[in-house]
Protein backbone atom coordinates (compact mmCIF):
# COMPACT_ATOMS: atom_id res chain seq x y z
CA UNK A 1 0.00 0.00 0.00
CA UNK A 2 1.81 3.22 -1.09
CA UNK A 3 -0.01 5.92 0.68
CA UNK A 4 0.86 9.63 -0.68
CA UNK A 5 3.55 9.42 -3.14
CA UNK A 6 5.46 12.60 -4.15
CA UNK A 7 7.95 12.79 -7.17
CA UNK A 8 10.62 13.96 -7.23
CA UNK A 9 12.46 13.83 -3.75
CA UNK A 10 15.13 16.19 -4.31
CA UNK A 11 15.42 19.15 -6.97
CA UNK A 12 17.41 22.49 -7.54
CA UNK A 13 16.41 25.05 -10.29
CA UNK A 14 17.34 27.98 -11.58
CA UNK A 15 15.89 31.02 -11.11
CA UNK A 16 13.49 31.82 -13.41
CA UNK A 17 12.77 28.05 -14.26
CA UNK A 18 9.61 25.79 -14.07
CA UNK A 19 8.66 22.45 -12.57
CA UNK A 20 6.35 20.48 -11.62
CA UNK A 21 5.97 18.38 -8.71
CA UNK A 22 3.64 15.31 -9.04
CA UNK A 23 1.35 13.76 -5.63
CA UNK A 24 -0.45 10.80 -5.95
CA UNK A 25 -2.23 8.93 -3.57
CA UNK A 26 -3.63 5.52 -3.64
CA UNK A 27 -6.56 5.89 -0.83
CA UNK A 28 -9.55 7.15 -3.09
CA UNK A 29 -9.30 10.32 -0.52
CA UNK A 30 -11.52 13.22 -1.89
CA UNK A 31 -9.35 15.98 -0.37
CA UNK A 32 -5.36 16.51 -1.16
CA UNK A 33 -3.33 19.64 -0.24
CA UNK A 34 0.05 21.08 -0.82
CA UNK A 35 2.05 22.60 1.84
CA UNK A 36 5.56 24.00 2.19
CA UNK A 37 7.87 23.68 5.06
CA UNK A 38 10.15 26.23 6.49
CA UNK A 39 12.69 26.34 9.74
CA UNK A 40 10.85 28.08 12.32
CA UNK A 41 7.16 28.41 10.27
CA UNK A 42 5.90 24.95 10.64
CA UNK A 43 3.48 24.10 7.69
CA UNK A 44 1.48 26.36 5.69
CA UNK A 45 -1.17 25.28 3.13
CA UNK A 46 -0.57 26.44 -0.15
CA UNK A 47 -3.47 25.02 -2.07
CA UNK A 48 -6.38 22.37 -1.49
CA UNK A 49 -8.53 20.36 -3.31
CA UNK A 50 -11.63 18.89 -2.24
CA UNK A 51 -12.61 17.01 -5.07
CA UNK A 52 -11.19 16.01 -9.05
CA UNK A 53 -11.20 19.06 -11.09
CA UNK A 54 -11.61 21.84 -8.57
CA UNK A 55 -8.93 23.63 -6.54
CA UNK A 56 -8.12 26.58 -4.51
CA UNK A 57 -5.74 28.72 -2.42
CA UNK A 58 -4.38 28.52 0.75
CA UNK A 59 -2.49 30.34 2.93
CA UNK A 60 0.67 31.13 0.65
CA UNK A 61 -0.76 30.57 -2.58
CA UNK A 62 1.56 33.42 -4.81
CA UNK A 63 3.27 31.99 -7.45
CA UNK A 64 2.01 28.82 -7.57
CA UNK A 65 -0.68 26.56 -9.57
CA UNK A 66 -2.09 23.23 -9.21
CA UNK A 67 -4.32 20.69 -11.02
CA UNK A 68 -6.48 17.94 -10.46
CA UNK A 69 -7.60 16.49 -13.18
CA UNK A 70 -7.63 12.90 -11.68
CA UNK A 71 -8.66 12.24 -8.30
CA UNK A 72 -5.70 10.18 -7.26
CA UNK A 73 -3.10 13.23 -8.63
CA UNK A 74 -2.59 16.60 -7.35
CA UNK A 75 0.35 18.36 -9.69
CA UNK A 76 1.98 21.83 -8.13
CA UNK A 77 3.32 24.02 -10.32
CA UNK A 78 5.92 26.94 -10.25
CA UNK A 79 6.31 28.66 -13.50
CA UNK A 80 8.91 31.06 -12.68
CA UNK A 81 10.93 29.63 -10.03
CA UNK A 82 12.11 32.13 -6.96
CA UNK A 83 14.98 31.61 -4.69
CA UNK A 84 11.92 32.41 -1.71
CA UNK A 85 10.51 29.12 -3.27
CA UNK A 86 13.28 27.65 -1.56
CA UNK A 87 11.71 24.43 0.28
CA UNK A 88 10.57 21.28 1.47
CA UNK A 89 7.10 20.76 0.21
CA UNK A 90 4.32 18.22 1.51
CA UNK A 91 1.30 16.84 -0.55
CA UNK A 92 -1.16 15.39 1.86
CA UNK A 93 -4.81 13.64 0.91
CA UNK A 94 -7.32 12.69 3.68
CA UNK A 95 -11.33 12.35 3.82
CA UNK A 96 -13.70 14.95 3.81
CA UNK A 97 -14.92 16.34 7.76
CA UNK A 98 -13.02 18.03 10.16
CA UNK A 99 -12.45 14.59 12.21
CA UNK A 100 -10.40 12.80 9.52
CA UNK A 101 -6.69 11.74 9.59
CA UNK A 102 -4.75 13.01 6.93
CA UNK A 103 -1.42 11.37 5.27
CA UNK A 104 1.65 12.99 3.69
CA UNK A 105 4.29 12.06 1.35
CA UNK A 106 7.21 11.79 2.44
CA UNK A 107 8.27 15.37 0.93
CA UNK A 108 9.88 17.12 -2.21
CA UNK A 109 13.01 19.30 -1.48
CA UNK A 110 13.59 22.09 -3.68
CA UNK A 111 16.31 24.29 -4.24
CA UNK A 112 16.18 27.64 -6.30
CA UNK A 113 19.51 29.02 -6.76
CA UNK B 1 -10.40 31.19 11.67
CA UNK B 2 -8.23 28.98 13.98
CA UNK B 3 -5.10 29.07 14.92
CA UNK B 4 -2.32 26.97 17.34
CA UNK B 5 0.60 28.03 18.89
CA UNK B 6 3.64 25.75 20.21
CA UNK B 7 4.99 27.66 23.06
CA UNK B 8 8.38 26.02 22.56
CA UNK B 9 10.50 26.17 19.59
CA UNK B 10 13.11 23.47 21.33
CA UNK B 11 12.93 20.83 23.95
CA UNK B 12 16.48 19.38 25.04
CA UNK B 13 15.89 16.62 27.40
CA UNK B 14 17.61 13.84 28.73
CA UNK B 15 16.90 9.89 28.27
CA UNK B 16 14.04 8.41 30.49
CA UNK B 17 13.15 11.89 31.49
CA UNK B 18 10.01 13.24 31.25
CA UNK B 19 8.64 15.63 28.81
CA UNK B 20 5.85 18.08 28.00
CA UNK B 21 5.62 19.67 24.29
CA UNK B 22 2.81 22.65 24.85
CA UNK B 23 0.20 23.33 22.27
CA UNK B 24 -2.40 26.59 22.73
CA UNK B 25 -5.14 26.54 20.17
CA UNK B 26 -7.69 29.72 19.44
CA UNK B 27 -11.19 29.37 20.94
CA UNK B 28 -13.58 27.98 18.96
CA UNK B 29 -17.09 26.16 19.92
CA UNK B 30 -15.67 22.70 18.10
CA UNK B 31 -12.00 21.85 17.91
CA UNK B 32 -10.51 18.84 16.79
CA UNK B 33 -6.79 18.51 17.44
CA UNK B 34 -3.94 16.18 16.31
CA UNK B 35 -0.15 15.99 17.01
CA UNK B 36 2.18 14.74 14.39
CA UNK B 37 5.64 13.65 14.65
CA UNK B 38 8.31 14.50 11.88
CA UNK B 39 11.98 11.96 12.10
CA UNK B 40 14.58 13.89 10.15
CA UNK B 41 14.22 13.88 6.66
CA UNK B 42 10.84 12.39 6.93
CA UNK B 43 7.17 12.59 6.25
CA UNK B 44 4.60 13.17 9.13
CA UNK B 45 3.07 10.80 11.15
CA UNK B 46 -0.20 10.96 13.51
CA UNK B 47 0.31 10.38 16.92
CA UNK B 48 -2.72 10.83 18.21
CA UNK B 49 -6.25 12.97 17.78
CA UNK B 50 -8.81 14.51 19.39
CA UNK B 51 -12.17 14.38 18.29
CA UNK B 52 -14.40 14.32 21.54
CA UNK B 53 -14.92 12.34 24.64
CA UNK B 54 -12.40 11.54 26.52
CA UNK B 55 -9.79 14.50 27.51
CA UNK B 56 -6.51 11.95 27.87
CA UNK B 57 -5.78 10.40 24.29
CA UNK B 58 -3.28 8.03 24.03
CA UNK B 59 -1.14 7.91 20.71
CA UNK B 60 1.43 5.93 19.63
CA UNK B 61 4.91 5.00 20.86
CA UNK B 62 4.10 6.14 24.83
CA UNK B 63 2.89 9.68 23.91
CA UNK B 64 -0.95 11.37 25.19
CA UNK B 65 -1.71 14.23 25.13
CA UNK B 66 -4.51 16.18 27.43
CA UNK B 67 -7.18 18.42 25.65
CA UNK B 68 -7.93 21.46 28.43
CA UNK B 69 -10.80 23.69 27.35
CA UNK B 70 -10.84 26.09 29.98
CA UNK B 71 -6.85 26.58 28.87
CA UNK B 72 -7.70 25.97 25.29
CA UNK B 73 -4.64 23.89 25.13
CA UNK B 74 -3.54 20.54 23.98
CA UNK B 75 -0.16 19.20 25.28
CA UNK B 76 1.73 16.52 25.04
CA UNK B 77 3.32 14.18 27.26
CA UNK B 78 5.78 11.07 27.65
CA UNK B 79 6.93 9.91 30.78
CA UNK B 80 10.04 8.51 29.53
CA UNK B 81 11.55 9.85 26.50
CA UNK B 82 14.32 7.43 24.49
CA UNK B 83 16.76 8.36 22.08
CA UNK B 84 14.47 7.55 19.18
CA UNK B 85 12.16 10.31 20.11
CA UNK B 86 14.40 12.91 18.96
CA UNK B 87 12.18 14.61 15.99
CA UNK B 88 10.36 17.50 15.33
CA UNK B 89 6.64 17.63 16.42
CA UNK B 90 3.49 19.50 15.48
CA UNK B 91 0.18 20.39 17.18
CA UNK B 92 -2.54 21.01 14.65
CA UNK B 93 -6.14 21.89 14.45
CA UNK B 94 -8.49 21.25 11.94
CA UNK B 95 -10.51 24.03 10.31
CA UNK B 96 -12.63 25.08 7.69
CA UNK B 97 -10.81 26.70 4.48
CA UNK B 98 -12.95 28.46 1.71
CA UNK B 99 -11.76 29.50 -1.32
CA UNK B 100 -13.28 30.56 -4.61
CA UNK B 101 -16.65 28.91 -5.03
CA UNK B 102 -15.58 25.97 -3.07
CA UNK B 103 -15.28 25.32 0.91
CA UNK B 104 -13.02 22.15 2.58
CA UNK B 105 -11.10 21.49 5.41
CA UNK B 106 -7.51 21.35 6.22
CA UNK B 107 -5.11 21.05 9.01
CA UNK B 108 -3.87 24.80 10.27
CA UNK B 109 -0.28 23.48 12.19
CA UNK B 110 1.72 24.99 14.44
CA UNK B 111 5.98 26.20 13.96
CA UNK B 112 6.73 23.06 15.56
CA UNK B 113 8.83 21.85 18.92
CA UNK B 114 12.31 20.43 18.06
CA UNK B 115 12.95 17.58 20.56
CA UNK B 116 16.43 16.49 21.27
CA UNK B 117 16.92 13.73 23.42
CA UNK B 118 20.54 12.76 24.55
CA UNK B 119 22.20 10.53 27.02
Known amino acids: NAGVTQTPKFRVLKTGQSMTLLCAQDMNHEYMYWYRQDPGMGLRLIHYSVGEGTTAKGEVPDGYNVSRLKKQNFLLGLESAAPSQTSVYFC????????????FGQGTRLTVV | AQSVTQLDSQVPVFEEAPVELRCNYS??????LFWYVQYPNQGLQLLLKYLSGSTLVKGINGFEAEFNKSQTSFHLRKPSVHISDTAEYFC?????????????????FGKGTTLSVSS
Open chain 2, 92 to 108: AVSDEVKGANQAGTALI
Open chain 2, 27 to 32: SSVSVY
Open chain 1, 92 to 103: ASDLPGVNTEAF
